[in-house]
């Protein structure tokens, strides 16, 4: 892969996605965090709130590249704001959480774009969860399982990720480090089903 437009990080819940990004910051100001419109109630910072005639207003305008729902909340990708960034010279770095929405934003931008995978152990995800203060970390931990399921079902011949990370191996810095790389000098193909799957297996067998 070369020439990426942009990074996309994949994940469960507590994997490091926002930690990640904040790094990738840190190291190269050119990454930010796309910011995600929010319809719904909870944390606010991060976000661009909206209403749900705000939201049909942009579904109506053609703007939206990715609508996701998750704990109670509608969440979505504005092309306006993905535009913005590219205008300003910055390399946009967008969050998702299933495999669906990977290929539903991937569709919908058309172009190459870094995929990583962030994974951690079950059991980091909740000491991580309840060492945050998350409310909901049951809730968390199901939407893990569910990652789990989701990548266990991936088509073994689909192109799918170009990085499969452990952010519980290595500081947010170095993982950071290996995706700015990876976008500088490409990272060749994408690793197929085949290769996530063993890679998931390699983690369970060594009781991760």
């Known amino acids: 892969m070369s020439g990426a437009r942009g990074v996309v990080l994949f994940g469960p819940p507590a994997a490091g996605k926002d930690t990640v990004s904040a790094a990738l910051n840190a190291l190269e100001d050119r990454f930010a965090q ?4 929010k319809v719904g109630s909870g944390r606010t910072a991060g976000y661009r709130m909206a209403t749900e005639e705000e939201l049909g ?3 109506a305008a053609g703007r939206i590249l990715l609508e996701t729902e998750r704990y109670g909340n ?3 990708v504005d092309r306006a704001d993905l535009d913005g960034m590219r205008a300003a010279g910055g390399i946009p770095v967008v969050h998702v959480g299933s495999l669906a929405h990977l290929r539903s934003f991937l569709g919908s931008v058309g172009e190459p774009w870094l995929r990583v995978l962030l994974w951690l152990p079950r059991e980091e995800c909740a000491l991580r969860s309840a060492g945050r203060g998350d409310r909901d970390t049951e809730e968390r931990l199901g939407v893990w399982d569910a990652t789990l399921e989701d990548l266990a079902a991936a088509d073994l011949d689909e192109d799918l990720f170009h990085l499969l990370l452990r952010t519980d191996l290595r500081s947010p810095e170095e993982t950071a480090t290996i995706v700015s790389e990876a976008v500088a000098v490409g990272a060749g193909r994408p690793r197929s089903g085949r290769e996530l ?7 369970a067998s060594h009781g991760h």
């Open 74 to 76: 509608t969440y979505a």
């Open 34 to 37: 796309l910011v995600k419109v």
């Open 197 to 203: 799957i063993a890679f998931l297996r390699e983690q």
């Open 57 to 59: 207003s942009l579904r």
